[in-house]
C-alpha cells in the first residue's frame, strides 16, 4: 500500500494507489474551467515544442484575462481534458501539468464537500 498523502485542512487523504483503479475521474466529468498560468503555458509548450502562441490557439482558451485547457466533448454531459488521453487512461501532459491538476484533490471547495470528492476519486479516504 503506498503512503497517504494528507494535507492540514482536510478531512480525508489521498492514496496514489487509488488512480490504478481509476479511469481519470479527476480529468473525465462536467465541464469546467481547467486553469494554466503563463509560467505553466511556457513549459507546456517546451514539453509539447511549439510556440506558446500556438499552444494558445490549439489547446486552450481565453477567458477574461487568464486560459483554460480546452476539452473534448464526450457526450451530451460528459468532456475530458484534451491532454487526457483516453485509450491508455492517463495524462499526456502529466510532467508539467498545471498546479490545479497538481493540487487536486486538495481543493479549498472539497473541505465542505467530501462527499463529492470521495465519490468521484477511488484514491480518497476518509479520516
Not at 503512503?3 to 469546467?32: H, M, Q, R, T, V
Not at 481534458?81 to 510532467?95: A, T, V
Amino acid at each position: 500500500m503506498s503512503e497517504l498523502i494528507k494535507k492540514s485542512g482536510f478531512n480525508f487523504a489521498f492514496d496514489p494507489s487509488g488512480c490504478n483503479s481509476c479511469n481519470g475521474n479527476c480529468c473525465i466529468g462536467e465541464s469546467g474551467y481547467i486553469w494554466i498560468n503563463p509560467t505553466e503555458i511556457e513549459k507546456l509548450a517546451i514539453h509539447l515544442k511549439i510556440s506558446s502562441e500556438e499552444l494558445k490557439v490549439k489547446y486552450l482558451n481565453k477567458v477574461s484575462y487568464k486560459y483554460s485547457i480546452k476539452e473534448i466533448q464526450l457526450s451530451k454531459d460528459n468532456y475530458a481534458c484534451c491532454f487526457f488521453d483516453l485509450n491508455k487512461k492517463q495524462c499526456s501532459i502529466y510532467d508539467v501539468r498545471p498546479v490545479q491538476c497538481r493540487t487536486f484533490p486538495f481543493w479549498d471547495y472539497f473541505k465542505e464537500n467530501i462527499e463529492e470528492v470521495v465519490k468521484e476519486c477511488p484514491a480518497i479516504r476518509t479520516l
